[in-house]
């Protein structure tokens, strides 16, 4: 079990995910400047009502990543710009408001990951369809990205998949907490497999479409 600061926010982090911050809140200064001193990360979970993180009603989910600080600039007034990167996944067992930030009692969950030869095989489909999936997307000038960079190593695979993926936040916190590698596998085969048939569709656009944009019968 540890002692961990948790930064609420609107979105998901990953491992291996960078993240930038504005510091700017008094309970975030001190936040951040403790983890800076001690040299540890803060955990990032997603608010799962979508209410502000000073609402009383915000709901922070139990499974997040934590985030290791890589670079620090200070600004006035004791406000800084950060960057991180996502390290591990984690559990809250209990929150905790005794400090100015919130924290929580989190145990580390790393996900289960036992690359047997079915899971090289789902890996290797997902890159296939991750590779698709960019391609149109740099097609329509939505991104720039070195399709022949992507890793094959299906732990990276997946969580660069995860991060890669145009999708709600609720959509990707599942993602998060995927019990397996091979069932996290599985879901972004799944969704990806979606997605670029959707796309094809819509940069292919069927033939036999009438003036008012439905299927003819001729």
């Known amino acids: 079990m540890i002692d961990l600061p948790l930064f609420p926010l609107n979105l998901v982090l990953f491992p291996g995910m960078p993240l930038n911050l504005h510091i700017f809140e008094e ?26 993180d000073t609402s009383r009603r915000a709901a922070p989910c139990l499974i997040g990543c934590t985030a290791q600080i890589t670079g620090v600039q200070p600004l006035q ?19 905790r408001h005794d400090k100015p930030y919130l924290s929580g009692d989190a145990n580390l969950y790393p996900l289960a990951a036992d690359i047997s ?11 296939h369809r991750l590779k698709r999936y960019l391609d149109i997307l740099q097609r329509t000038r939505q ?22 993926l145009q999708a709600e936040q609720d959509e990707k916190q599942s993602l998060l907490e995927a019990d397996s590698l091979d069932d996290l596998i599985r879901q972004l085969n799944d969704i990806y497999r979606n997605e670029v048939t959707l796309l094809d569709v819509l940069m292919n656009p069927p033939d036999d479409l009438d003036s008012n944009g439905t299927f003819s019968l001729n």
Request: aromatic letters at 8%.
């Open 77 to 95: 007034e004791g406000r800084m710009n950060i960057t991180a990167i996502g390290k591990d996944r984690f559990q809250v067992e209990t929150f």
């Open 117 to 127: 030869a079915q899971t090289r095989h789902i890996s290797a489909n997902l890159r």
């Open 143 to 164: 991104g720039q990205f070195q399709t022949a960079n992507i890793p094959r190593n299906p732990v990276t695979l997946a969580y660069l998949s995860a991060v890669l």
């Open 27 to 52: 309970r975030y200064k001190i936040m951040i400047g403790e983890c800076i001193d001690g040299r540890k990360p803060f955990g990032v979970v997603l608010i799962a009502n979508k209410q502000p």
